[in-house]
């Protein structure tokens, strides 16, 4: 399956974003989906993830009540609402897929096989 993260851009604090995870190839609801950020100096972290089927899903502490994960199985994306942007917020977001993650390690970058490219926001106070 190939990836296509797009929707970055550069906000205030406060602000909304919404970023996109088109998948072509594959289905992608046939896929345990994650998004990942990794801002400069850091390691790439968890930001919040689907279960395969979309059934479940897993945000990382930072952004839970902030940020949404949905996906639109008619146009075989998956998607990531950004409300209440802060600047520490500020990475390149990539989005990643695999097909026998289970729930439980839907935070692990490593197993994901498929990753798009990145797509950078950045949040200025």
């Known amino acids: 399956v190939q990836l296509q993260a797009s929707g970055g851009g550069s906000v205030q604090a406060g602000d909304s974003l919404r970023l996109s995870c088109a998948a072509s190839?594959?289905?992608?609801?046939?896929?345990?989906v994650g998004w990942f950020r990794q801002a400069p100096g850091k390691e790439r972290e968890f930001v919040a993830g689907y279960s395969r089927g979309g059934s479940s899903t897993l945000y990382a502490d930072s952004v839970k009540g902030r940020f949404i994960i949905s996906r639109d199985n008619a146009k075989n994306t998956v998607y990531l609402q950004m409300n209440s942007l802060k600047p520490e917020d500020t990475a390149v977001y990539y989005c990643?897929?695999?097909?026998?993650?289970?729930?439980?390690?839907?935070?692990?970058?490593?197993?994901?096989?498929?990753w798009g490219q990145g797509t950078q926001v950045t949040v200025s106070s």
């Open positions: 990643a897929a695999d097909g026998s993650i289970i729930l439980s390690s839907l935070r692990d970058a490593v197993q994901y096989d498929y």
């Open positions: 190839g594959r289905t992608l609801s046939r896929y345990a």
